[in-house]
């Protein structure tokens, strides 16, 4: 599973006290999870189980693409209720028939780093290609 929900401390500093960080995910979440799913997606002869800031069915798409070979999802059901999956259910069919897709088997993993035309994205040399002069 890529990647379980972290325990976080935080500091109230008010009463002066450890507590616990923000304990349910959020959507902007999800990019460390997306980039290791894209990365090992199609490397290791596993399935992969995304987790961690999917809270819709964008977000599904999303990890289908990097190559996860199931989502799961928690906070979004406590923060919006079980008819959440029904919704993100109809976000990837309505999703794929747009596209033509009859199987998720389809474009799994079409946007893992394996099969990125630029694999690189996926590595720091991005990162600091974005901040630099390097080419």
Do not use: C
């Amino acid at each position: 599973m890529l990647f379980n929900r972290f325990s976080s401390p935080d500091i109230d500093i008010k009463n002066q006290k450890i507590t616990t960080a923000d304990i349910l995910s959020s959507p902007h979440d999800i990019s460390n999870s997306l980039r290791w799913v894209a990365m090992m997606s199609k490397r290791v002869k596993m399935s992969i189980a995304a987790s961690t800031g999917i809270h819709d069915g964008e977000a599904v798409v999303k990890q289908l693409l990097a190559g996860a070979t199931v989502t799961q999802v928690v906070s979004t059901l406590y923060k919006h209720g079980p008819e959440t999956i029904s919704t993100m259910l109809n976000y990837v069919a309505d999703w794929m028939e747009d596209r033509g897709y009859n199987y998720i088997d389809q474009f799994r993993g079409k946007l893992s780093q394996s099969a990125a035309e630029n694999p690189d994205v996926y590595e720091r040399m991005q990162f600091m290609r974005y901040f630099s002069e390097i080419k």
